[in-house]
């Protein structure tokens, strides 16, 4: 059921909390600033204090948001989206890394992935190819878990000097639960304690089962360090985005995920989002979970500007008036006064939770002494 703190209450009305108290003492209910009462009893409450009251279900609010259909004919075919998976120090950012011959991994602190990264690469066949790249630590189990809900492809990286470890297993259980096909990439094959044979079988345990031992996983042997093989896990890839047939409708408002997002001192908010539908352009107005804006700038994983970014497209969006998190997903709203509507609906939909939970209390002091 709809709950609402008597603090939030009183905010809502402009009212003091003290008088909503006082006001429901008379009815017999004694109550603190932090406790939750039901929705109807609110009603009544505001309504005694001269206040209309408006009551929005979240249907009306999100209405129309995501989701709503396209016709066939709308639909041109879209990159394909693939999320690089494996155990920590597999060499997922090496092998992304190589593909793009630029130099991430050195950058990194600790030579660990810190955040999900997103680039778009070009493929022998010309096509582009959209990666995200996941951190392997065990720490970023949730964060990998969101890359999986965007992704096309999951390309599964095994050391195979190593072999399949835990967070392998975890990824190929994220690629299964979201229905997603796998590309086995057994890396690290330059190694001299190198035994991509035994990590076929290792598989095998695990119900995946590559085209070798007889089953219909695409794999290939590559060695991120010696640049081998890169191309033709590139023709695998494209292979695998043929069979899905993968389609979009670009001639419309944006639609995506917020992959990252930081404060960045300059910049103020930067988000990286991947378009999933539509055209995002400069201009439009934006909300992601609890934030929205209009967008100043658009810039592509090099950099560069842009006016404009379609379907599989991951563009840096400057222009949030807060920070998004990572998973929001991104919607192209008509107006500032619809983006305010459903981000300060979200907004206090979250604070009720929090309180419900008993959490807001502690929240708000520790707001106030930060
Ligand atoms: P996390 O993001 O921390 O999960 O790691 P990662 O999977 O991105 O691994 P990363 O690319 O950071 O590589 C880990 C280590 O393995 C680094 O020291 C790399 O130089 C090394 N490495 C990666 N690929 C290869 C390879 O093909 N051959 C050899 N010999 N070493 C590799
Ligand atoms: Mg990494």
Known sequence: PETITIQELANRMSE?????????????????????????????????????????????????????????????????????????????????DAIRQANVVSGEAGGITQHIGAYQV???????????????????????ARGAKVTDIVVLVVAADDGVMPQTIEAINHARAAGVPLIVAINKVDKPDAKPE???????????????????????????????NLDKLLELIALQAEVLDLKANADRVAEGTVIEARLDKGRGPVATMLVQRGTLR???????????????????????????????????ILGFSGTPEAGDRVAVVESEARAREITEYRERMKRDKLAARGGSARGSLSDMMS
């Open 16 to 96: 003091r909390a003290v008088d909503v108290i006082r006001l429901l003492m008379k009815q017999g209910a004694m109550h603190k600033i932090t406790d939750v009462i039901d929705a109807d009893t609110a009603q009544l409450v505001a309504e005694e204090m001269g206040h209309t009251v408006k009551r929005v279900a979240e249907s009306d609010v999100e209405e129309g948001l995501f989701d709503t259909p396209d016709e066939d004919a709308d639909l041109q075919s879209r990159p394909p989206v693939v999320t690089i998976m494996g155990h920590v120090d597999h060499g997922k950012t090496s092998l992304l």
């Open 122 to 144: 070009t493929a022998p066949n010309g096509n582009p190819v959209t990666f995200i790249d996941t951190p392997g630590h065990a720490a970023f189990t949730a964060m990998r």
């Open 198 to 228: 035994r990590v076929r079988t290792e598989l095998l345990q695990y119900e995946v089962q590559v085209e070798s031992m007889g089953g219909e996983t695409l794999e290939v042997e590559v060695s991120a360090k010696q640049k081998l």
């Open 282 to 316: 400069v201009g439009d107005i934006i909300v992601a979970g609890t934030q929205w804006g209009r967008v100043r700038a658009l810039l592509d994983d090099k950099g560069v500007t842009r006016q404009e970014a379609g379907p599989s497209f991951p563009v840096e």
